[in-house]
């Protein structure tokens, strides 16, 4: 059986189950046929696991220890889930064996009750099979979830390699494709598990390692962009390896010229605008011909490549549209590097304006439905952010909200007078007394986004 399949499909029954008892009596059919389908998928996971269970922890659904990932298909049923369990205050519910399809008709049924009536129901004694706990104050780190250095350590350890990598093949050294192949697989297992924790990493910017650094984040915005359309882990691979490895022609460019500073000549953009053909040729010297090698090769080639035909280099025919892991790439490399001072763009683009940029040119460079999908990881305020707020006081974005991409959970570091507070952390889709003024420069009140997300 595979648990994160059962998951998801238990998932959408429960929604299934909860909007059938808000519509019909619950002696309907519709209700009773709903109530059997859940309770039979229930126990068919319960004869290998003592309990199920769903936990919520920063916005996160588990199941069972498991991160359910919003993903297009079911992505309204978890959703609910997700949205339901703030409401309620929730922490967890965990259904045990010999549940009965009027118990969870029920239990279902609770989910349009609120925090009260439900607190009240479930110390009542009224439940043999479902067990629930109520969030504290303070949202404390699941067990299985305590090790948070782990993800930091998958972080520098890819940009190790990936730094390796390329300083080998500027320097005509043997390179380790063993050891890059298990940063792709380390990269997805870990944003498989928190996909946040791994992105807000991504808000680290080294302006004198610019070349490793956007490598390794382009790698992981296209990882965490395929997770969300549904990728498996075969393509999740090419797709990573794609990212990771789309701008690697830039060892055959001269490093006087890669970091030069101030504008560059039209004759300079032409050298460098070569990187794209260079890359095809590193990426079959790296790892020969193979099918991972094929994906990466054809979307190191087309990254710089537009929507509508226009890009470099030149598309022959131009009405063929790049492959559809080019189009991901795209869309992450023009937002990584938007956002990270460069030698000839020292000053970055804050993220809320690179995300406006794609927002304006979906259907000319970038596809629109990825678009789309990038506007439901980043949301209007990316992690890293820097607002001010209508309280006075200014923030820093930690994470996205599924389905509130204008209302994001943010921490305040400066009060009402910009004196540095280690300040509240705040849902502001739960929280309607606080509303965000503007993004702003982060430079302006001397923040480092990062220090507040590593």
Known sequence: MNLYRSGKDLINQFY???????????????????????????????????QVEFLRYRDYIFFNKLRMRFEIEGYASLQFLSESFKILKLKSISFLPGITP???????????????????????????????QFAGPDEEIPDFLQDGEQTKRTYFKALMVTKNLIQNLWTGQPVNVKSFRRVVYTLIDSISQDEYGVMALTTIKNFDEYTFNHSLNVGILTLAMGQRLGFDKKN?????????????????????????????????????????????????????????????????????WNYNGTGYPAQVPSEILPSFLSRIIRICDAYDAMTTPRPYHP????????????????????????????????????VGSCLELSSGEVAVVLKENPGHIDRPIIKIVRNRDQEPVDGARIDLSVNADVNIDRAVY???????PAVYLT
């Open 16 to 50: 299934a189950l909860v909007k059938s008892t808000q519509i019909y009596d619950f002696k309907n059919d519709v209700v009773l046929a709903a109530a059997d389908k859940f309770v039979t998928h229930l126990d068919k996971i319960l004869i290998n696991a003592p």
């Open 442 to 448: 982060p430079q302006k009140y001397r923040i480092n």
């Open 347 to 382: 000053i970055p683009y804050i993220p809320t304006l690179a995300v406006r940029v794609v927002w304006e040119r979906q259907g000319s460079f970038f596809d629109p439905i990825l678009v789309k999908i990038f506007l439901q990881l980043f949301g209007l305020y990316p």
């Open 236 to 304: 999740l691979v090419k797709l990573g390896t794609a990212g990771l490895l789309h701008d690697i022609g830039k060892v055959e460019i001269n490093k006087d010229l890669l970091y030069k500073p101030g504008k560059l000549t039209a004759p300079e953009w032409d050298r460098l605008k070569l990187h794209s053909l260079y890359s095809v040729r590193q990426i079959l010297k790296t790892r020969g011909l193979d099918e991972i090698s094929i994906s990466a090769l054809v979307s190191a080639y087309q990254h710089h």
């Open 102 to 132: 009027d118990e969870a008709i029920r239990f279902a049924a609770l989910f349009r009750e609120d925090h009260d009536l439900m607190l009240k129901s479930m110390t009542a004694g009224d439940f043999r099979s479902v067990a629930v």
